[in-house]
């Protein structure tokens, strides 16, 4: 299992109802499955992915997020997960708002744009990044709404998001005191699990 996708597995109960947005290949719903006998379904929009899904018996729905989550009821889940997926829809904010209506709790994982190597190809350069964890041209990138972990904790508590615990990791997916004590800018990716505020 990719690493990333291990990080968020160790963050599900057994039997949960997840529902995994932009599921792929249906990596982390097929093990979640073998592992933890949860009852999962995947959104996903490319047909290649969806034909995978389907191969490995995972439940998958072809869906294109930015058109919303309005065919799932309230509290239809225990977990809704979003794996480095948020920056490209056109509303994030509302997505996630959209997460813990439907779900108890969230895992959202994506890049920082806050990392020391951005900072410093940006202020050397005067250009858009292009490094590891954020490999594409500013024309080509399916990245719309790139943000630091600062930015995403302020959302957070504008929106009244319940921050329960975050997992900051370099490219490798591995975590070290650098990164624990200023994760903003020694750490790549970051996995959140937010719930409700007061739940």
């Not at 999962?40 to 998958?60: F, H, M, P, S």
């Not at 058109?67 to 225990?78: H, M, R, V």
């Not at 895992?107 to 190809?121: A, D, E, K, M, Q």
């Not at 998001?161 to 790549?188: K, Q, S, W």
């Amino acid at each position: 299992m990719r690493p990333d996708l291990k990080i968020i597995s160790d963050l599900i109960k057994p039997g949960a109802r997840v529902l995994d947005l932009g599921c792929g290949e249906g990596d982390l719903l097929a093990q979640l499955q073998e592992d933890k006998q949860v009852n999962g379904y995947g959104l996903e929009i490319d047909a290649r992915n969806i034909t995978v899904c389907v191969d490995k018996g995972v439940n998958v729905i072809e869906q294109d997020l930015d058109e919303g989550l309005e065919n799932f009821a309230n509290d239809s889940f225990d977990m809704v997960v979003m794996t480095e997926t948020l920056q490209s829809v056109k509303a994030p904010d509302h997505m996630l708002e959209e997460m813990l209506r439907i779900g108890e709790q969230c895992i959202v994982t994506f890049p920082n744009f806050g990392y020391w190597r951005c900072r410093l190809y940006l202020a050397t350069r005067g250009r858009m990044p292009v490094v590891k964890h954020l490999p594409h041209s500013w024309f080509n990138t399916p990245n719309i709404h790139l943000c630091t972990f600062h930015d995403f904790e302020r959302l957070c508590r504008d929106k009244g998001l319940d921050i329960i615990e975050r997992f900051v990791v370099d490219a490798a997916h591995v975590n070290g005191p650098l990164i624990n004590r200023f994760p903003n800018f020694f750490g790549t990716i970051a996995f959140y699990r937010l719930g409700r505020e007061n739940s």
